[in-house]
């Protein structure tokens, strides 16, 4: 039989799991709306954020940053190299690779983006105490972090997996 202890974390973590979807759902679309906005997709933002925060980089260096397939990256680039937001130059250290950079161009874009989500944040967060502001990003870093060790692409444990569904782990 379960202890109070367990029943109750059970309970918290039941009621985290709601929480934390809702918020991911949540901010998706509104992020979606946001984003879009300035004539790019999510998807596209957040290759400028790498791009932006990380520095040059290849295209496979960039689907593992992105958590996708290297031939949605590759489309989700040629998007952002049309639109002028980044570059393809050689590879410093490979000459047959390709090396992406974000422009300026696309920093401005993404770093106006990304200031109106603080101001969204900012707003969020005014009339709360520093103390819960601070314990609040903690916790979702937390979150982030514990979710990102865990995550293994198109992987699932046996009991997991759907009738019929494919994938490491899945039978």
Do not use: N, W
Request: proline share 5%; aromatic share 2%; hydrophobic share 45%.
């Amino acid at each position: 039989m379960a202890s109070a202890a367990t029943t109750k974390l059970m309970l918290d973590a039941r009621k985290l799991q709601a929480a934390v979807a809702e918020l991911v759902r949540i901010y998706q679309v509104r992020d979606r709306d946001r984003i879009c906005c300035h004539d790019i997709s999510v998807t596209q933002c957040h290759a400028l954020e790498v791009l932006a925060t990380r520095g040059p980089m290849r295209a496979q260096a960039m689907a593992e940053a992105l958590r996708l397939d290297k031939s949605t990256v590759t489309r989700v680039i040629d998007a952002l190299v049309r639109k002028a937001y980044v570059e393809r130059l050689p590879d410093p250290d490979d000459a047959r690779a390709q090396s992406l950079r974000i422009t300026p161009a696309g920093r401005a874009l993404f770093k106006r983006i990304d200031d109106e989500m603080v101001q969204q944040q900012a707003a969020l967060l005014g009339d709360l105490a520093p103390e819960v502001r601070a314990g609040a990003t903690e916790l979702i870093r937390r979150l982030a972090k514990a979710a990102e060790q865990r995550f293994v692409p198109g992987a699932c444990a046996p009991s997991e997996c759907a009738p019929g569904e494919a994938g490491p782990g899945c039978g």
